[in-house]
């Protein structure tokens, strides 16, 4: 079977040479990417408020079930800015947050490439967590075909989980794979494959639009404000205060 580059791999033919542009020609060409970005996720509206509609019927079967981000390098690290998130923000349970991340913790901070090949890793992963049918699976991977991603949701399927995958290739393993997709188009990069931009962008959008409006069906914003924060320092404890008396609790 030939294999065919993903969109996000690939050169774009619309723009000149990032690098053969003028200061302020190349920051226009990263801007208008980003407007892109933005498009792809609007334009997956129908998909991302059905995979809101079924994440909310699956936490609502138990009082146990976990959101649990997947993915590696870039990918991996929006998720695990997503998830940490949700406790501070909207009082969303440590217990009910998890990740599993090609390479580990230590992929986070310095790039570990190889581990997205890494497919004994991923099953581990899924059995260490003892990922279970109360349980959702956010598999993110801008190719959609990342081996280590790929492995867990296809495991994770097998537990019984609700898996999710979100990538930015139409034609990828990871939607055959998942129960549910959102495919973010966002096409070739300024820099030929480098998807820590507009993909990683269009990524990180749809996830705060996910866990935002999962949140709020949750009851966990109330008049716009964030009726369930957690003052962790003295900033939060002033801005907990305001919202206290805004709300009259």
Same mark, same amino acid.
């Given at each position: 079977?030939?294999?065919?580059?993903?969109?996000?791999?690939?050169?774009?033919? +619309?723009?000149? @040479?990032?690098?053969?542009?003028?200061?302020?020609?190349?920051? &226009? *060409?990263? =801007? !208008?990417? #980003?407007?892109?970005?933005?498009?792809?996720?609007?334009?997956?509206?129908?998909?991302?408020?059905?995979?809101?509609?079924?994440?909310?019927?699956?936490?609502?079967?138990?009082?146990?079930?976990?959101?649990?981000?997947?993915?590696?390098?870039?990918?991996?690290?929006?998720?695990?800015?997503?998830?940490?998130?949700?406790?501070?923000?909207?009082?969303?349970?440590?217990?009910?947050?998890?990740?599993?991340?090609?390479?580990?913790?230590?992929?986070?901070?310095?790039?570990?490439? +190889?581990?997205? @090949?890494?497919?004994?890793?991923?099953?581990?992963?899924?059995? &260490? *967590?003892? =990922? !279970?049918? #109360?349980?959702?699976?956010?598999?993110?991977?801008?190719?959609?075909?990342?081996?280590?991603?790929?492995?867990?949701?296809?495991?994770?399927?097998?537990?019984?989980?609700?898996?999710?995958?979100?990538?930015?290739?139409?034609?990828?393993?990871?939607?055959?794979?998942?129960?549910?997709?959102?495919?973010?188009?966002?096409?070739?990069?300024?820099?030929?494959?480098?998807?820590?931009?507009?993909?990683?962008?269009?990524?990180?959008?749809?996830?705060?639009?996910?866990?935002?409006?999962?949140?709020?069906?949750?009851?966990?914003?109330?008049?716009?404000?964030?009726?369930? *924060?957690?003052?962790?320092?003295?900033?939060?404890?002033?801005?907990?205060?305001?919202?206290?008396?805004?709300?009259?609790?």
């Amino acid at each position: 079977m030939k294999y065919t580059l993903p969109p996000t791999e690939m050169k774009s033919n +619309n723009h000149q @040479d990032i690098d053969k542009l003028d200061d302020s020609s190349s920051f &226009d *060409l990263l =801007v !208008n990417s #980003n407007h892109e970005a933005i498009k792809s996720v609007s334009d997956a509206k129908e998909y991302i408020h059905n995979v809101i509609d079924q994440i909310l019927l699956r936490l609502n079967k138990s009082s146990c079930g976990r959101i649990i981000y997947c993915g590696a390098g870039t990918s991996a690290r929006i998720g695990v800015q997503d998830g940490s998130e949700l406790y501070p923000t909207f009082g969303w349970p440590h217990s009910r947050i998890d990740y599993m991340i090609a390479g580990g913790n230590a992929a986070l901070l310095r790039p570990l490439e +190889n581990a997205e @090949d890494d497919k004994n890793d991923a099953i581990a992963k899924v059995i &260490d *967590l003892k =990922v !279970n049918e #109360n349980d959702i699976i956010i598999g993110l991977a801008a190719s959609g075909n990342t081996p280590f991603t790929c492995q867990v949701l296809k495991e994770s399927r097998k537990k019984g989980a609700l898996t999710i995958g979100i990538s930015n290739n139409k034609n990828s393993l990871l939607n055959e794979i998942s129960e549910f997709n959102i495919i973010l188009d966002t096409g070739p990069e300024p820099v030929v494959g480098s998807t820590r931009l507009k993909a990683g962008t269009a990524q990180k959008i749809c996830l705060n639009i996910i866990s935002t409006i999962l949140m709020i069906k949750l009851g966990r914003v109330k008049n716009g404000m964030m009726n369930y *924060l957690v003052p962790t320092n003295k900033k939060l404890k002033k801005r907990q205060k305001l919202i206290k008396k805004s709300l009259n609790l």
